[in-house]
């Protein structure tokens, strides 16, 4: 096991600076010069704009510049935006919003989207198992854009059950609509791998000796053919925890959240590249630490993937 | 299929019935494909759309934003306009009809694009191994890293003006990776297979028998995830266009009229209906096609 956790976070390590020099080189090398579009229509002088350029170490050449941001980011240092804020500061209250919006996303996911596959994979060709799997295409098929002015519509404006934008009410009321919202990509997945590796496993010999040693049916459910078809959605849930953190802007701008997706969105049409590169690290580094806490987990439920 | 073949010569040899058809892998597919009523009304919508897209003049004598009347601004569906008119006055239908079009070319041309990069790569990877596999499986990870939305608007926002071709070209770049990621697996599977052995044995050489006997055998579940892709390109082309950062006006997608539609859809939902559901009808379309290709291809379900 030891050496299968140092080899995943050895194999972590260029992924994460191979992710985050390619997003410096994307920000820093695509045409549009932030001095210029920090002076406005105005041209400033040649000597601040060079003592500007000095400053933000935009005379380095890329390579050296991003050598100093991830050695200003290893102590915690995630640099200053152009208008002399610190990035860290600006993003402080979006991660909150963001983190709490994906937990809610991610829970409602776990939860519903696991029941439904139990339930239909349970009733494999019968009428729960067609609603479930029309059902879940049918929401994979709708753009989350339409999914959520459609929600928010009916339930927020039409029938007000809940709060349609905003986070006036607090954590979890607010965060309710826009995280079914944001979910059900996810749900529909879950629920789908749930079904077929369930489906699949009721079928194993292992199933079948539990049931012929006379074991109650749920038990052999739950304990025997559940817990191994739950591997493939746990690494599902876990790679999605990532994406729902990178992926809710959409969802953010529906809502009005004031999240990090928001934030990142407004600063890459102002031409911010340290607030853009700050908040797409840290997204970056999130989804690489759940993907690897989920590898580990793996190893750790499947002992033929730590021993390969 | 490479079990199934030696013994239909077999049977072929005692003199059994056989018929001149070969039995394959596509073959069983194809026969299991016809006989379902949803494939064929998934088969039709996708007929309708693509004869939109290649000849919107079947559909609509109008062209796209013209004869426009302000004063019918966001009017409801009725005789003159059968989808209502946009937030312009311009007809809606004709709109939606026009949008067709480039919708449906960026989803297949970046399929088609990431398709040829996961065959090469992953053959590559999955058939080759070692230091050559671990180098393309870390830059597929990098790339897999990348926020969509976030790193396309990165780079969409630094080429104002762009079009269908830059679009494909974006996406690409940032959905490449699912497919190599398949194919590489699909590879190492099928490598170490006797037919393959038995190919190197009698001499074939790494091309040869990656084109005649790996390929062949490997790209199944490749060519349904690409189905299903382009599905999923599509709507992730609609959402970069509903940010404001994909196709600009005046082109025409139907991203582009949801993301017009936006403000107004509390007093004038037809402005989202209609787009949402040729878009939605589409998608829908695409990915219970790649379902059912998925089930007529995996005989462990037969």
Redesign the interface.
Known sequence: MWRYALRRLLQAVPVFLGTTLLIYLMVFTLPGDPITALAGDKPIPASVAHALRERYNLNDPLLVQYAKYMWGLLHGDLGENYDGQRVADMLTGRWGVTARLAVTAWLFELAVGVALGVWAGLRRGRLADTLVLGGTTLIIAVPVFVLGYSAQLLFGVKWPILPSAGTDDGWPVSYLLPGIVLGSLGLSYVARLTRTSLAENLRADYVRTARAKGLPWRRVVVRHALRNSLIPVVTYLGIDFGSLMGGAIVTEGIFNLPGVGQQVFQSIQLKEGPVVVGAVTLLVLVFIVVNLLVDLLYGLLDPRIRYQ | MSVQEPETAAVAEAGGPISDVRASLWRDAWYELRRRRLFWVCVAELALVGLMAAVPRLFTGRAVNTDCDPNQAKAGPSGAHWFGTDTAGCDYYAHVVHGARPTLLIGIAVTLFALVIAVVLGSLAGYYGGLLDAVIA??T???F???????A???L???PGHGVGAMTLVLVLLGWTTMVRIMRGQVIAVRDADYVQAARLLGASDPRIMRRHVLPNAIAPVLVVATLNV?NVI?GE??LD??GVGLQYPQVSW?LQ?NQA?SY??DH?HL?LFP?VF???T??AL??LG?AARDALDPKLR
């Open positions: 870390r830059i990870d990098v790339f890293g990348l926020p969509f939305v976030l790193g608007t990165v780079i926002v630094a080429f599905g709507a609609a959402t509903f940010l991203g949801l936006q859809v509390l939902p989202l949402a878009l939605t009808a998608v829908l990915l219970l379902d």
